[in-house]
């Protein structure tokens, strides 16, 4: 367990992370990625790492893959003070005086900022896949979509590794906040990632469900990420995503506490997802029933079809549970039959409390769909352009694209659709990589480069 309690080294551990411009690096490794995804793929920058110093490559092993690496080499890198802080605060651990290792975590740097997380059950020397302190893009999307005005305090629920308390307590003016986190085993990472960016003074962390710790308090603003995966009885979903048989139940009781904890004028922010049907997402039912004199802006982000999400969630429980009952696609697709949903929604919700009551639907996520057949307009050749590729037609460059855009450019036959795309084996099971593409293929719509 963190040791969050050791103010002094912990300071010392973000002042050498500073000092060796871990998140510059790292924001050259990750490049674009770097604001939507936090979770950089391990086999890439494994990879990347033969391209830097030594010195940096270390670091980077160390850190951001959570590998081993030889304790004498990082005693000549960094000196044996600064080891040696690092196995009191449990942050790394040396088993052998050979090799040293992060204690179960790895540590994601965005924007000047440190969060210390669970390795991602898909690194291979990941041994608790069910990991406390989730990290995600749909954390970066929340992180991304705050509230920049002058506020007084903030609440932060199911708060996970802190993301959202850190950088919305400092994007509204170094305002107070609490994050409410359920799981106790999260905590002290929690606490440990508040005194890493020296929020200490500013933030409180308390452990307990949603509301609870905070009784009759109110706030300006209410950051919300919670567990929205819809999930049959009896099935044990993992990385704390179980959101109840219809995904609502965490989301309805936010929605529900929104009037007793907003002040007026205060807003309520939440990332999350949602099934829906041909009338739109079941969320707005929640909305129309729990909120009122609210100024409602619901934006959806992406969708999926029923097939696709129920084959991922399926194959993600049995992989991260597998000492679990196994259970399959069928289990889900009942569920969902059973409520009557024929999409699966990722969105963003933002209400403001007014002397109004208006809901507003930006729906975004259809410009393309799984069983769209994209064709590409003409025969267009690429050319590599340091790590990017320059789409070229004629001579002249029309835009330029990364590795995974030109794959998926290169299977565009006009006869598979998105679905048998993805299906190939270059994206199949990259749920990130598959929304990327979705979200792209507008754009390359528009630049007339591919057409339906």
Request: net charge negative; glycine share 6%; aromatic share 12%.
């Amino acid at each position: 367990m963190l040791d969050y309690k050791n103010v002094e080294f912990i300071h010392k551990f973000k002042d050498f992370l500073d000092t060796h411009s871990y998140d510059i690096i790292t924001q050259k490794i990750c490049s674009t990625n770097y604001f939507i995804n936090p979770l950089p793929n391990y086999e890439y920058v494994k990879r990347y790492t033969k391209l830097l110093e030594e010195k940096d490559a270390y670091l980077i092993r160390l850190f951001l893959l959570g590998d081993k690496i030889s304790f004498n080499k990082a005693i000549d890198f960094w000196g044996a003070e600064i080891i040696n802080e690092l196995i009191q605060l449990e942050v790394i651990k040396n088993d052998d005086n050979e090799f040293i290792q992060t204690n179960e975590i790895i540590i994601i740097p965005y924007m000047a900022k440190y969060f210390a997380v669970g390795v991602p059950y898909y690194y291979p020397h990941c041994r608790n896949k069910d990991e406390d302190v989730y990290i995600g893009p749909d954390s970066y999307i929340l992180t991304n979509s705050q509230i920049c005005n002058r506020s007084n305090k903030i609440l932060d629920l199911c708060t996970g590794s802190g993301i959202q308390l850190i950088t919305g307590c400092e994007k509204a003016g170094w305002a107070k906040g609490i994050g409410i986190e359920y799981n106790p085993d999260a905590v002290p990472v929690t606490k440990f990632n508040v005194v890493l960016n020296r929020m200490e003074d500013l933030i409180e962390i308390r452990t307990g469900s949603l509301y609870d710790p905070v009784k009759e308090e109110k706030f300006d603003i209410i950051y919300s990420n919670p567990p929205f995966i819809p999930v049959p009885r009896g099935i044990k979903y993992p990385l704390c995503g179980d959101g109840g048989e219809n995904g609502l139940d965490l989301i309805d009781q936010i929605l529900e506490g929104y009037d007793r904890h907003l002040n007026d004028g205060g807003w309520g922010i939440m990332v999350g997802e949602t099934l829906g049907d041909s009338e739109g997402p079941f969320l707005q039912k929640s909305l129309e029933k729990y909120i009122s004199n609210y100024d409602v802006t619901l934006t959806l982000l992406n969708s999926i079809d029923l097939s696709t999400q129920s084959s991922n969630v399926s194959l993600l429980t049995n992989i991260v549970n597998p000492s679990e009952k196994r259970c399959d696609a069928k289990q889900w697709l009942e569920l969902y039959d059973k409520l009557g949903a024929t999409r699966y929604y990722s969105f963003i919700l933002r209400c403001q409390k007014k002397f109004v009551s208006q809901i507003k639907i930006r729906n975004y996520a259809d410009f393309w769909k799984e069983e769209n057949v994209p064709t590409l307009t003409n025969k267009y050749n690429f050319e590599l352009e340091g790590n990017k590729y320059s789409i070229m037609l004629d001579g002249q460059k029309i835009t330029t694209i990364d590795n995974s855009i030109k794959e998926f450019l290169l299977l565009c036959n006009g006869k598979d659709s998105l679905k048998t795309i993805f299906d190939k084996g270059i994206f199949s099971g990259n749920i990130v990589k598959q929304e990327q593409i979705m979200e792209a293929c507008a754009k390359l719509e528009l630049m007339n480069i591919i057409c339906k």
